[in-house]
């Protein structure tokens, strides 16, 4: 039972480029949640999506980001036009739906360098 | 709208030797309250979960936590640390908006 898959593990880009960030979750999980980590920092939530339903974005900027979770295949988490700042580890999380609430199993994460 | 205080950032502890870390919460109501642990370039793994009953938590690895409502704490513990130990480690408390809000995180090191 494979975990929760997220690709790329790295990506480099470049200020101005588009990064596109793919997570598979748990087989049977409809709830999935993207985190981001500055360096020496803890996780920041930034959206929670059910399938293609956006539940809350609150935590995401309102510029340059945005995140889908289609009916069919990975969630993606879109950063367009990438600045230094974007600059961290992006994870996902995963669960099965809110009987177990607050227990997400996480992806090993995609850290994004922005150069 | 829930937070999550881990006053220590850096703690070093000698192998061995025992382990408490430090978690302070902010939530109105009951709640459901978590540590993962994070080794280095690693996604997060749930130690423990605390939701409501026993006020001791036993979880994976050794680890146990105590949830104090009086002190709105939920410190982690283990009596004696090895050094596969050292890591980072997050308190977490899920409520509005069904999300986990985490602490800053406790960078935990093992002295031989």
């Known amino acids: 039972n494979a975990g929760v898959m997220q690709n790329p593990r790295h990506l480099v880009r470049r200020r101005g480029q588009e990064a596109r960030l793919r997570c598979s979750p748990m087989?049977?999980?409809?709830?999935v949640y993207w985190y981001r980590q500055l360096p020496e920092e803890g996780l920041k939530f930034m959206v929670y999506?059910?399938?293609?339903?956006?539940?809350?974005e609150s935590g995401m900027p309102k510029e340059r980001f945005s995140a889908e979770f289609p009916k069919e295949g990975p969630s993606i988490l879109r950063i367009q036009q990438v600045v230094r700042g974007d600059s961290a580890a992006y994870f996902c999380?995963?669960?099965?739906?809110?009987?177990?609430?607050?227990?997400?199993?996480f992806g090993e994460g995609s850290r994004l360098t922005v150069l | 709208a829930q937070s999550v205080t881990q006053p220590d950032i850096h703690i070093t502890v000698s192998e061995g030797a025992s382990l408490e870390l430090r978690c302070n919460y902010s939530?109105?109501?009951?709640?459901?309250l978590f540590w993962y642990v994070q080794s280095p370039g690693q996604g997060l793994q749930l130690l423990l979960k605390?939701?409501?009953?026993?006020?001791l938590v036993q979880g994976i690895k050794g680890f146990e936590a105590e949830f104090k409502r009086s002190q709105s704490s939920f410190n982690l513990r283990k009596p004696s640390v090895h050094w596969s130990d050292a890591a980072e480690y997050f308190c977490?408390?899920?409520?509005?908006?069904?999300?986990?809000?985490f602490g800053g995180g406790t960078r935990l090191m093992v002295k031989p």
């Open positions: 087989k049977g999980h409809s709830h």
């Open positions: 999506l059910q399938k293609e339903n956006i539940i809350d």
């Open positions: 999380a995963s669960s099965p739906a809110l009987q177990t609430p607050g227990e997400l199993f």
């Open positions: 605390y939701f409501s009953g026993d006020t």
């Open positions: 939530y109105g109501a009951t709640p459901y």
């Open positions: 977490a408390v899920f409520g509005a908006g069904n999300m986990l809000t």
